[in-house]
Structures are given as structure tokens and as C-alpha cells.
């Protein structure tokens, strides 16, 4: 079975610009969540994606924006760009939401850099 | 504000001695998950705890959640090259919230 996917997995962009981040769930998987992750905050939960509905949010800005496709696949989108974007961003799929008892397989990362 | 904190933040050890990890936090979690992370990949779940006072164990990896579902320790006997890598604990509230700690890098020398 394949793991979770992530594309691409390093993006070099501007400020101000905008982004688009991809990520393949495992096959049967249906939740889809997004983590940011940096050496000053750690992993940070951006939002949980399920049955193509956004089902819980972190405290992140508006800027930071995503969607979930009728095959379970995910993109996140992140508007105006700063330099405090750059981190790794970490896709996580598991087969139903988010719950004590489930297990979440992450990728291996998109790495964005803001210059 | 981390709603789980994480310590130490860093460890350096040699090959052989033993070491513990802690995660604690002000709110009672329904379930906390440890993971493990290796440079240039994603976090992998070593173990998931759900009882208050329950202890796990992997091979020689020991996990204990605290009796009132607070706190959580990780704690390695005899650690090897191989373990080396961050460690992170991961909380999960009533809601289906799951919040992640800093993070522990370890480092094991040999």
C-alpha cells in the first residue's frame, strides 16, 4: 500500500506571492489534516479535512486556506506570502477523523522557503 | 503557548545510558500519542496511550500516562545509535483536537 504523498517537496518563493501545496492520502483514507512545522513552534494543526469538509481549524490566519477532492486528495493554498511561512508542511491522512483511537500516517513533507 | 510542553528540549547521550522524556500539560487528554520523527521524513506513531496510569512498552522504550491523563513520559533503557531522532507527544482532547509538543531531539552517540 502506498504511504501518504506530498508535492512537491521543496518550494522556493517570494513575498507576497501565493502557494499551492498537494498531498495523496493512503488508499480508503478519507480524513486529511495539515501540520506546519517549524524549529520555533514545533508541529502546529492548520485543519482537518473529511468527506471534502473542513471538520476542525487551528489558529493560523486566513491567509492559510484548503479543500479536499471526492477522492480524499488535499491541497492547501497559502495567500501572501511572509518570511515567517517558511517551514515544513506535513500532510497526515488516517481512515476516519481524528479521534483517540486512530492512528495518523504523515508524508514526508513539502519544505517552503520565503525569500 | 504550547499546550503540551515538552522537556528537555535537546539530548545528547552515549551509547548504553538510559533517558527519560516528558510531556505535560494543564489539560486532560483523551488519548496521548508518541512519535517519531527522522530528518526528511514525517512523524511515525510509536505508541498510543488511553488510561490514565497505563504503561506500554516497545522493545526498550517504556510509555506511562499520568493517573490524571496529564502528563505522559517516554523513557529508553540502554539507547542505541538508532534511536536518535526528535520525539514528539501528541494530545488529544474531547473534541477530536490533537495538539503536538515541541518536540525532544535526542542524540545518541556511540
Known amino acids: 500500500k502506498a504511504g501518504v504523498t506530498q508535492t512537491p517537496r521543496y518550494l522556493i518563493k517570494t513575498r507576497g506571492q501565493q502557494v499551492t501545496l498537494s498531498c495523496s492520502p493512503i488508499?480508503?483514507?478519507?480524513?486529511v489534516s495539515w501540520y506546519q512545522q517549524t524549529p520555533g513552534q514545533g508541529l502546529q494543526f492548520l485543519f482537518e479535512?473529511?468527506?471534502?469538509?473542513?471538520?476542525n481549524k487551528g489558529n493560523f490566519p486566513g491567509r492559510f486556506s484548503g479543500r479536499q477532492f471526492s477522492n480524499s486528495r488535499s491541497e492547501m493554498n497559502v495567500s501572501t506570502l511572509e518570511l515567517g511561512d517558511s517551514a515544513l508542511y506535513l500532510c497526515?491522512?488516517?481512515?476516519?477523523?481524528?479521534?483517540?483511537?486512530?492512528?495518523?500516517?504523515f508524508g514526508p513533507g513539502t519544505r517552503l522557503t520565503v525569500l | 503557548t504550547q499546550l503540551l510542553e515538552q522537556s528537555p528540549q535537546f539530548l545528547s547521550i552515549q551509547e548504553g545510558e538510559n533517558l527519560t522524556v516528558y510531556c505535560n500539560s494543564s489539560?486532560?487528554?483523551?488519548?496521548l500519542q508518541w512519535y517519531r520523527q527522522e530528518p526528511g521524513e514525517g512523524p511515525v506513531l510509536l505508541v498510543t496511550?488511553?488510561?490514565?496510569?497505563e504503561v506500554k512498552k516497545l522493545k526498550r522504550l517504556t510509555f506511562q500516562f499520568g493517573d490524571a491523563r496529564k502528563d505522559s513520559s517516554l523513557h529508553i533503557t540502554a539507547a542505541q545509535p538508532g534511536d536518535t531522532g526528535l520525539y514528539l507527544c501528541?494530545?488529544?482532547?474531547?473534541?477530536?483536537?490533537?495538539?503536538f509538543g515541541a518536540g525532544t531531539r535526542l542524540t545518541v552517540k556511540p
Open positions: 501528541a494530545g488529544v482532547w474531547r473534541n477530536n483536537d490533537m495538539r
Open positions: 488508499s480508503g483514507h478519507r480524513s
Open positions: 496511550v488511553v488510561t490514565g496510569g
Open positions: 497526515a491522512s488516517s481512515p476516519t477523523r481524528i479521534s483517540s483511537y486512530n492512528e495518523q500516517f
Open positions: 479535512y473529511f468527506s471534502e469538509t473542513q471538520r
Open positions: 489539560s486532560v487528554f483523551s488519548s
